[in-house]
């Protein structure tokens, strides 16, 4: 479909979801790279309503024939949703839209939040250098109230099966195993011991079920110069589980860039503290640490399922490719570091 | 590495070709073209060494299964033998049995509880860790 295509059918879509709008017009569509998940686009959304007329910048995030992550949209909706308005900042969502008739595949529309930055590699240029302290705090802190707080008062029970706590562990081990099991077009002798350990070393039960992100990391939220967090993105594989799994995903290795620091800006200590000052919560050294490695055979099965969407042709673009090619041996190593066998 | 480099290789000139049309938008022009450059480097990156590598894996592996003795008789045919078939492609198949055939082994060493299988378990470990040097890309992400 060509832009054009998109705008046009985009803003009849939105005409059928204003009744007392009128003149709906999308403007400047444009596809914004990166999103391996999601095809991602900004827009204009311009409109007549009571005489006057109006203007709002918008996202556009339309599922692609075969996806990095194969999620339900209707859960990362129902996860935005619930944050709005807390101490967890994130986008308005406005629209969501599972049928494929109006533009050929699902999608949700959501406000663009603007003026600030995403990428992880300005975060080591001037003038964020200064920042990161202040950025951590505000990350971790972030975190800790994602787990502090109460998924079954936001009603997300209703979308997103909650386990009993003894059982978070293995319930997303063994998710993430069949995706390497299914996904692999190669063998993984690395992960596969980690996958070893992991089922001879369960960790404790959860201290409770609480929200996971499910990919809460630098990368993954809007920031400034200051430190302050604005929009945390990416809700697409939120479930409900251990709160413990998105600290150790924050602690993945790989999520360092190359530096030796938590998320690249600080010691896993100062980022575990201030997650536990935030949530409530205590990180048992043993518990997190096998959340830790999980996350690494996660990553690595994120990794795999790119390449394999690749491989049997129902994704061809290069973004599917870069994670398969440039993250596959970084997430081995972070596998042998978390296991001190590095 | 997955997906094989020609078949990346010849997808990017296909992307590449349709880029060169004058009426697609920039932005999604841009997008495209950064990240195949950033695919290309690193097929650049690993096409000289890839040879090499995979043969200095397998010869290791070999020697690992060899090793093992009775503990990898199931795959005791893959220690014997070398690498005759140089295309990345051959070796690449070799180096997916010899790994397949490591990770039994490192199952059943692990649960061997006798000094000779902690000894074998450090050599998997080793050459574990010198299989991520050997696919270490200045290029990589992460």
Redesign the interface.
Known sequence: MSSADLASRLAAYAATRMPTAREVEVRDLSRISGGASRQTYRFRLAWTEEGERRERRMILRRDPPASLIDTERRVEFAAYSAFRGSKVPVPEMIWLEEGSEALDQPFSVAEEITGFEAAPALLWTEPYLASHEALARTKWSILGEIARADPFALGLDSVMPPPEPGACAFRELDMWEKVLDEDQAEPLPITRAAIRWLRANPPPAAQKIGVVHGDFRTGNFLYDRQGGIHGVLDWEMAHLGDPLEDLGWSLNPVWNFKRNLAGGLVPDAVAIAHWEAASGLKADPDALHWWTLFNCVKGQAIWISSARAWIDGGNREPIMVLPAWGMQNAQDRAILKVMDRL | ???DIP??LA??AG?VARNAVPDV?P??R???L???A??LG?AAEAWDGAAQRLVEENRALRALLASAGDRASRDAWLAEGGDDDLRISAL?SM??RL??A??DL??AV?RDPSPEARELEAEI?EE??R??ER???S????
């Not at chain 2, 290029?139 to 992460?142: K, M, P």
């Open positions: 590495m997955k997906p078949a990346v997808e990017l992307l938008d932005a999604e841009a997008g495209a950064g990240l195949s950033a695919l690193l690449s180096n997916a790994r397949a490591l990770i490192h199952a692990e470990w574990l860790r299989s991520t696919r270490l890309m290029g990589a992400l992460a």
